[in-house]
């Protein structure tokens, strides 16, 4: 079954820091370009930011509210995906999706997990 | 920076036609693609490539384009089509996707 589990949400203070997790399986996880999504509590949908492959460089982009206090990483031999937060903000707080585009292309998100919430507060 | 635009809301009894549109000055050149997501759960894709459907999504659902607008398109709404839709596209590089702010579909 193709499966991604996130873990690692939690309460943060303002300032400090937080790594998720996605666990993937069910699929060839080295060859996903994975992403995160996130969503505030009765908010939309907002794309975070996207590792590529290794074979495809494994570059990474960021939106820009993220940029250069996220990272995103992979550790394909454990198929796991991370993202490290630092410098939070309250407006980061949000329930974190990972998301891959499996079956119709790298932009067609069709498998997501379950989300995990972050509470970034004092 | 970019952003897509849809309505918030939309309404329409049971059987009939549901058109949600979302706006965007790069969509001629960068696909679109639609989400379904209902409260507590993650979204669901529902439209790629502008008109695909994936396998298992009713066909009831499909998507269309023109110029800078797409348009998804719910034919013969059911109750449980009732959700927040949203749609999802690119800057006119490729590199930075944005959803737009959502529509909420309301089954009268």
């Known amino acids: 079954e193709v499966q991604l589990v996130e873990s690692g949400g939690g309460l943060v203070k303002p300032g400090g820091s937080l790594r998720l997790s996605c666990a993937a399986s069910?699929?060839?996880?080295?060859?996903?370009?994975m992403n995160w999504v996130r969503q505030a509590p009765g908010k939309g949908l907002e794309w975070v930011g996207r590792?590529?492959?290794?074979?495809?460089?494994?570059?990474?982009d960021y939106a820009a509210p993220v940029k250069g206090r996220f990272t995103i990483s992979r550790d394909d031999s454990k198929n796991t995906l991370y993202l490290q937060m630092n410098s939070l903000k309250t407006e980061d707080t949000a329930v974190y999706y990972c998301?891959?585009?499996?079956?119709?292309?790298?932009?067609?998100?069709?498998?997501w997990g379950q989300g995990t919430m972050v509470t970034v507060s004092s | 920076s970019y952003e897509l635009t849809q309505p918030p809301s939309v309404s329409v009894s049971p059987g009939q036609t549901a058109r949600i549109t979302c706006s965007g000055d790069?969509?001629?050149?960068?696909?679109a693609y639609w989400y379904q997501q209902k409260p507590g759960q993650a979204p669901v894709l529902v439209i790629y490539k502008d008109s695909e459907r994936p396998s298992g999504i009713p066909e009831r659902f499909s998507g269309s384009s023109s110029g800078t607008t797409v348009t998804l398109t719910i034919s013969g709404v059911q109750a449980e089509d009732e959700a927040d839709y949203y749609c999802?596209?690119?800057?006119?590089?490729?590199?930075?996707?944005?959803f737009g702010g959502g529509t909420k579909l309301t089954v009268l």
């Open positions: 999802q596209s690119a800057d006119s590089s490729g590199t930075y996707k944005v």
């Open positions: 069910g699929f060839t996880f080295s060859n996903a370009w």
């Open positions: 998301t891959t585009g499996l079956n119709f292309g790298d932009d067609a998100f069709d498998i």
């Open positions: 790069a969509l001629p050149k960068q696909y």
């Open positions: 590792i590529k492959s290794k074979t495809d460089g494994g570059t990474t």
